[in-house]
């Protein structure tokens, strides 16, 4: 078979192939987004980071002074949590539960009040705290209706919904303290009730 013959035979036994142009795909915008949710989660990590750096620091007092220059620059002490500018004490684990009275007068010892809590962010901080001890049945907070039955107050002098709209369920003549359970609900107790409260005051 001549060499013209064979390139005969080869093309009859090699099928044909078609070549299609492949859809195109929007690179640009699938990159962008992608790119885009990875910077939201490195923000994200470095924002942490950094908080947890400024507490840490802070928190030395060995380096506190060199740090804290500003007078008003301060750290909680032992055995308190710093959220939002404030320091919080968290009795379950470290104190003996305590009457709301019992309670509110620890606190005052300690330059603190019980805690106010003035928005959904900081109601959600101590939801967060509570929920990190499996038996915590509820959490005295600053708030009472013992100067005029039905009107409840925050220790600041705000009506209960000043801050927030809540409200205080189980109210009754012989309930004048409100303890704090989970998601977000206020409760009107007996303030002879012994239970574990937070403390709150400024950082």
Known sequence: MDLRNEQDEAKRETPAVTWTRAPEVDQTAKTSG??????????QRDRQEVNLMLHTVTQDQRVRPAVCVDPRCSVCPDGWLWWGGHCYFFSVGQQDDRSWIESSEFCLQLNSSLAVIR????????????????????????????QQEGLWLWGDGGDVQQYMPVTVEWDAEDRDCADLRGGGSLFASSCEAYGPWACKRGS
């Open 34 to 43: 992608h790119e885009l949710t990875e910077r939201l989660q490195q923000c």
């Open 119 to 146: 928005d959904p962010a900081e109601m959600e901080f101590i939801q967060g705290v509570m929920s990190r001890f499996p038996l915590f049945p509820f959490l005295w907070v600053g708030l009472t209706d013992a």
